[in-house]
């Protein structure tokens, strides 16, 4: 039979934490969902907490301190189940469509399939410059990945899985290290789209990209895995076949195009890799966004 354990990774997501693992749990399936919160204030633990006495489906895992995605996806993994055949690992301020959580396993089930990854689709404004640079830069990811999968945001494994580098700070491009070492490939599966929120200002726009190039950077000095998208080169031509396609978006594959040396510049520049960075706050979901109440209302999670 097979059994799914998901691994929902989360600091300070009250906002969305709810709507997220209502949705998850819906989906049908033999699913278990561990919440990992880590050093959060917003009332997330309490969430989490609230969930977990009320479905046993659902465990929560409270760390004090915060000290890094990798740290808190290896704690997931420790109590993965030995009966578990698959692995979903999620972030908590994303939100899969309905339907895309089995949309994601399906791959699964091709022998040399190890990794399946999701559709990240931003909710940001467009009505601004920095909104459409957003969009521009997933929907660029999405083609690239349609050819050469990169994975990132919501993905699913065969089990059993190993731990990660706990300093990375690229955790879904360490799994594909891992997993794609015995010749397993990776699937991206454009049809399972979650809904996630890129930053809206040019500072966190920039601070991301460049935690990005370093932890990638990183990861082929450790493990000599280079993601699809690490050389510039990597991005020129795909970037030239989807403007043949899109031209009136030139003017904003210029603007991501001036974000990304920019932030490569940065990253060249950079000696410290820490393993925990600073919250990006613009790329949060704040607290009421999605009909949730304050913590502590009874029943307000659960809508």
Not at 10 to 21: D, F, P, Q, T
Request: charged share 25%; hydrophobic share 40%; proline share 6%.
């Amino acid at each position: 039979m097979t059994r799914t354990e998901i691994g929902v990774i989360a600091h300070n997501e009250a906002g969305n934490l709810g709507r997220l693992i209502r949705r998850l749990i819906d989906e049908p399936g033999d699913h278990r969902v561990c919440i990992v919160s880590s050093g959060s204030t917003d009332g997330t633990d309490e969430i989490a907490q609230e969930w977990a006495r009320r479905d046993d489906r659902i465990r929560a895992v409270i760390e004090p301190e915060r000290r890094g995605k990798a740290r808190a996806i290896n704690r997931f993994l420790a109590d993965v189940a030995p009966t578990t055949t698959q692995i979903v690992l999620v972030s908590g301020d994303v939100l899969p469509e309905h339907g895309a959580l089995g949309r994601l396993l399906e791959p699964l089930a091709e022998p040399d399939v190890c990794m399946t990854g999701a559709r990240p689709c931003p909710d940001n404004s467009k009505g601004s410059l920095i909104g459409l640079v957003v969009h521009f830069q997933w929907d660029l990811l999405d083609s690239i990945s349609r050819q050469r999968p990169k994975l990132g945001e919501m993905v699913a494994l065969k089990a059993p899985v190993l731990p990660i580098n706990p300093d990375s700070i690229v955790d879904e491009a360490a799994l594909e290290a891992q997993l794609t070492r015995t010749g397993s490939r990776l699937a991206y599966v454009a049809g399972a789209r979650v809904q996630n929120r890129g930053p809206s200002t040019w500072s966190d726009l920039v601070a991301q990209r460049e935690r990005i190039r370093i932890g990638h950077r990183q990861l082929q000095a450790a493990t000599g895995y280079r993601v699809t998208t690490h050389r510039l080169l990597d991005l020129v031509l795909p970037t030239i076949r989807f403007l043949f396609r899109h031209p009136w978006k030139t003017p904003i594959a210029l603007a991501a195009a001036c974000v990304e040396v920019w932030a490569r510049v940065q990253a060249s520049r950079s000696k410290e890799q820490p393993s925990v960075w600073p919250k990006l706050e613009s790329t949060r979901i704040r607290l009421g966004t999605d009909g949730l109440r304050a913590p502590g209302a009874r029943g307000s999670f659960f809508r």
